[in-house]
């Protein structure tokens, strides 16, 4: 049985330059309020790693540390149903997008759109790219390797490694 889930608000500052995006928050993310909150996943840990911050698992640390960056996260959707956490789970025709026009405009400096995983990339591919105003479209967008457990084939040293265009693009 599919349950709808619903997103988060972004965390983002006027100025940010790099919008990180997931698909929908995981079960232990809604259950605590927090992007990422599955202790298995590796995405604080990468962020820690490349950004030289440790914000000893405070999530108000957390959030500065990517705000100081000039890193916004969000995720694709604002709702959709899904069994569980998988990302696989999601049902895609239930997908409803957040409002990526009106967040974008209001970020003006976003120029790199990443990817936490492909599902993430697919969803913002099949509901909301073409619905993107022009200028958006021509976005820089990457395909990061998803900070999930599930993803398994890749060890934590080879994500960070992957990651680290992240830091690549803040220096530019």
């Known amino acids: 049985m599919c349950i709808m889930k619903y997103g988060f608000?972004?965390?983002?500052?006027p100025d940010a330059k790099i919008l990180i995006l997931g698909t929908l928050p995981s079960q232990e993310s809604?259950?605590?309020?927090?992007?990422?909150a599955n202790h298995r996943n590796a995405f604080w840990t990468i962020m820690e790693h490349l950004l030289g911050v440790q914000t000893d698992n405070d999530y108000e640390k957390r959030k500065s540390m990517l705000l100081n960056a000039s890193i916004a996260v969000w995720d694709v959707a604002h709702q959709a149903e899904r069994h569980g956490s998988l990302d696989a789970n999601i049902n895609s025709n239930s997908v409803i997008p957040n409002e990526f026009?009106?967040?974008?405009?209001?970020?003006?400096n976003i120029e790199t759109i990443c990817f936490n995983g492909k599902k993430a990339e697919l969803l913002f591919r099949k509901d909301v790219f073409n619905?993107?105003?022009?200028d958006y479209q021509?976005?820089?967008?990457?395909?990061l390797p998803s900070t999930s457990p599930a993803l398994a084939a890749l060890t934590l040293s080879e994500k960070i490694e992957r990651w680290r265009i992240v830091?690549?693009?803040l220096a530019v």
């Open 30 to 36: 809604l259950r605590t309020g927090q992007y990422y």
């Open 167 to 169: 830091t690549a693009l």
């Open 9 to 13: 608000d972004p965390i983002a500052n």
């Open 101 to 108: 026009n009106d967040f974008l405009a209001q970020h003006h």
């Open 138 to 143: 021509q976005s820089t967008f990457l395909i």
């Open 131 to 134: 619905s993107l105003a022009v």
